[in-house]
């Protein structure tokens, strides 16, 4: 009876959770490179400050903020779905703010392969990469924040050009 209970608790409050009440932020690619050998740095600019969605400080009430970027057919960027090929990272604030009108991030990230139940995860090599953006002319990717109390926030989605990602993901290794 207790657990029946406490699956009803649960389950009202979690219709209780609130709206952030931002628009989806408007993405805008910047750049990717390589940082060593399986670590990609994507940059990117946003209309809407990511991690202070609530006025509070950056990332303040914040569970996470990452990017998520899907490389195969898989497009559903909902939290409690993984994505079985992805390159995944934290978002960063990158300070030199000279526009105000934009917010500028950066995103280190690896390119997984994600088992279905989230139980295992490993970089995909060079060679499985080329093979899966093979065919493909961009990738789409999103922020998405999660927070206490709240909606997850997912952005539009932003596209990277495959040509720029293929670029570094074969450049000779120094």
């Known amino acids: 009876m207790y657990k029946l209970f406490l699956c009803v608790v649960l389950a009202i409050c979690?219709?209780?959770a609130?709206?952030?009440l931002q628009p989806p932020a408007n993405l805008i690619f910047v750049s990717v490179e390589r940082e060593r050998s399986l670590l990609y740095v994507i940059r990117y600019q946003s209309d809407v400050?990511?991690?202070d969605l609530f006025g509070r400080g950056e990332?303040?009430?914040m569970i996470s903020g990452t990017l998520r970027c899907a490389l195969a057919d898989d497009h559903d960027f909902s939290v409690g779905k993984a994505i079985r090929f992805s390159a995944i990272g934290l978002i960063r604030s990158e300070?030199?703010?000279?526009n105000e009108t934009k917010f500028s991030y950066l995103t280190p990230a690896f390119i997984t392969e994600t088992s279905d139940?989230?139980?295992s995860e490993r970089d995909l090599s060079v060679a499985?990469?080329?093979q899966l953006l093979s065919n493909k002319q961009q990738i789409p990717c999103k922020v998405v924040v999660t927070a206490y109390g709240?909606?997850?926030?997912?952005?539009?989605?932003m596209h990277i050009p495959v040509a720029d990602l293929l670029r570094k993901i074969n450049k000779p290794r120094s």
Request: aromatic residues 10%; hydrophobic residues 15%.
């Open 150 to 157: 709240y909606k997850p926030y997912y952005s539009n989605t």
């Open 18 to 20: 609130k709206d952030h």
């Open 95 to 98: 300070k030199n703010q000279a």
């Open 14 to 16: 979690s219709g209780c």
């Open 128 to 130: 499985e990469m080329n």
């Open 59 to 61: 990332r303040q009430g």
């Open 117 to 119: 139940n989230r139980s």
């Open 49 to 51: 400050d990511v991690l």
